[in-house]
């Protein structure tokens, strides 16, 4: 891999599910030397504790700011106070079901928010060395049987989500094609993991499952997801930042194909055996329950991830059942980060400590 020709990197919506592992990642895992500044809003998906022990490690090369991405004032501060030479775009709002009931946030985040962020690189070009942007195999809609997701694959977005970022996807490239700007773009599948929101299944099965509550299963329960583990997801971005083509896009999965029940399935397997029994023994597959199925349901996502394999020799390190092991055995472990990210008084803490 190349030495990279940056040294200070923002990182949007790092803390976050994946842009906190990416910064753990990167400064544990790397040998990348330089400063990472991380601006957040702090909406309720995220969670600062993922990385008190890296600010605590790193005082040096750890920056945090709070900021909405859309607030150009305070974001141009950022991009000059920290001269900051490269851009990872991990920040959005991500859960599909939010933006069915309420699409405002994801238009404002994720269109506005990365048009902001595009605007503040090209005009500090030729300072800017890489803006890489963190998209969705949801943007090319949804699959048959059969089949794979390509790079070239037309878009096709479902949702107010995967529409918002398609539209994001679009600005990136355009900002290349029209400004020269230093872009990559990656679509990835599902992710799963320690720190991730417990809105998502594999959480929200996890803790339910282990709190004995209903398991809802969406539909017949035979839509199909490409599971990565996060992590794998880190390496895969790390090595487009390093050493991806300008103007290029890769996709990124797992190719790990599973239908939703499978999963729950899985997870519930996992969690008789890790954690106290349930009362009378009851299994905890007898807690699946069938729910009304979510409008516009993407049937099958499936990414074929060959260009990044022979062009940039990625290729995931965690198989799923090792994977999913892990992710079960840290929710377990970590009852205080799951209690902090679920409650009330988690807003009253992130104003206390950053301001509302
Ligand atoms: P997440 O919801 O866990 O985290 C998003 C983070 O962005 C949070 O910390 C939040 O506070 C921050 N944020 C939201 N709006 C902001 C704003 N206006 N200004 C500054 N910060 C803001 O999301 P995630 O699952 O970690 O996803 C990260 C990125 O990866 C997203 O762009 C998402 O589209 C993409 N992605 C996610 C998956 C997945 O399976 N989770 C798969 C492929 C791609
Ligand atoms: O494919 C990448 C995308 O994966 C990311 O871009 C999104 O940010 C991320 O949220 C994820 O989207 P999905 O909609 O696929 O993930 P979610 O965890 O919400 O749902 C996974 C599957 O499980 C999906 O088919 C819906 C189903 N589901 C989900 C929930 C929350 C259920 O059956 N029951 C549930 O309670």
């Given at each position: 891999?190349?030495?990279?020709?940056?040294?200070?990197?923002?990182?949007?919506?790092?803390?976050?599910?994946?842009?906190?592992?990416?910064?753990?990642?990167?400064?544990?895992?790397?040998?990348?030397?330089?400063?990472?500044?991380?601006?957040?809003?702090?909406?309720?998906?995220?969670?600062?504790?993922?990385?008190?022990?890296?600010?605590?490690?790193?005082?040096?090369?750890?920056?945090?700011?709070?900021?909405?991405?859309?607030?150009?004032?305070?974001?141009?501060?950022?991009?000059?106070?920290?001269?900051?030479?490269?851009?990872?775009?991990?920040?959005?709002?991500?859960?599909?079901?939010?933006?069915?009931?309420?699409?405002?946030?994801?238009?404002?985040?994720?269109?506005?928010?990365?048009?902001?962020?595009?605007?503040?690189?090209?005009?500090?070009?030729?300072?800017?060395?890489?803006?890489?942007?963190?998209?969705?195999?949801?943007?090319?809609?949804?699959?048959?049987?059969?089949?794979?997701?390509?790079?070239?694959?037309?878009?096709?977005?479902?949702?107010?989500?995967?529409?918002?970022?398609?539209?994001?996807?679009?600005?990136?490239?355009?900002?290349?094609?029209?400004?020269?700007?230093?872009?990559?773009?990656?679509?990835?599948?599902?992710?799963?993991?320690?720190?991730?929101?417990?809105?998502?299944?594999?959480?929200?099965?996890?803790?339910?499952?282990?709190?004995?509550?209903?398991?809802?299963?969406?539909?017949?329960?035979?839509?199909?997801?490409?599971?990565?583990?996060?992590?794998?997801?880190?390496?895969?971005?790390?090595?487009?930042?390093?050493?991806?083509?300008?103007?290029?896009?890769?996709?990124?999965?797992?190719?790990?194909?599973?239908?939703?029940?499978?999963?729950?399935?899985?997870?519930?397997?996992?969690?008789?055996?890790?954690?106290?029994?349930?009362?009378g023994g009851k299994s905890r597959r007898d807690l699946i329950t069938f729910v009304k199925d979510r409008p516009g349901h993407d049937r099958?996502?499936?990414?074929?991830?060959?260009?990044?394999?022979?062009?940039?020799?990625?290729?995931?390190?965690?198989?799923?059942?090792?994977?999913?092991?892990?992710?079960v055995q840290w929710y377990l472990d970590n009852a205080a980060w799951v209690r902090q990210v679920r409650s009330g008084d988690y807003q009253?803490?992130?104003?206390?400590?950053?301001?509302?």
């Amino acid at each position: 891999m190349k030495t990279p020709a940056f040294q200070h990197l923002l990182v949007t919506g790092g803390c976050g599910f994946i842009g906190a592992n990416f910064i753990r990642h990167l400064l544990d895992e790397t040998d990348f030397a330089g400063r990472v500044i991380n601006v957040d809003k702090l909406t309720y998906a995220a969670n600062p504790l993922s990385l008190a022990a890296v600010a605590e490690k790193f005082p040096e090369r750890y920056v945090f700011v709070r900021a909405d991405i859309a607030d150009r004032a305070a974001l141009a501060r950022v991009f000059d106070d920290y001269a900051v030479d490269a851009v990872c775009h991990f920040a959005a709002e991500s859960h599909v079901d939010r933006s069915i009931v309420r699409p405002d946030d994801f238009i404002q985040t994720n269109i506005l928010g990365t048009y902001t962020l595009l605007q503040l690189a090209r005009e500090r070009l030729p300072r800017i060395k890489r803006f890489h942007h963190v998209s969705t195999d949801e943007v090319f809609g949804s699959l048959g049987a059969t089949g794979f997701f390509t790079e070239t694959t037309p878009y096709s977005p479902n949702s107010p989500y995967s529409a918002s970022k398609a539209a994001s996807d679009h600005l990136v490239r355009a900002f290349h094609e029209t400004y020269r700007l230093p872009v990559t773009v990656s679509n990835c599948s599902n992710n799963y993991g320690p720190l991730q929101f417990p809105e998502k299944l594999i959480p929200l099965m996890i803790l339910n499952a282990l709190e004995g509550q209903p398991l809802p299963v969406y539909g017949d329960g035979r839509n199909v997801r490409d599971w990565l583990f996060v992590t794998d997801h880190c390496t895969a971005v790390w090595r487009i930042l390093c050493d991806g083509a300008d103007g290029a896009t890769y996709n990124v999965g797992g190719r790990n194909e599973m239908e939703n029940l499978a999963v729950v399935n899985a997870i519930c397997a996992l969690v008789d055996e890790l954690a106290a029994p349930l009362p009378g023994g009851k299994s905890r597959r007898d807690l699946i329950t069938f729910v009304k199925d979510r409008p516009g349901h993407d049937r099958r996502y499936a990414i074929d991830c060959a260009k990044i394999e022979r062009e940039l020799g990625w290729r995931p390190a965690k198989s799923f059942a090792t994977g999913l092991r892990r992710t079960v055995q840290w929710y377990l472990d970590n009852a205080a980060w799951v209690r902090q990210v679920r409650s009330g008084d988690y807003q009253r803490w992130i104003a206390a400590h950053y301001g509302a």
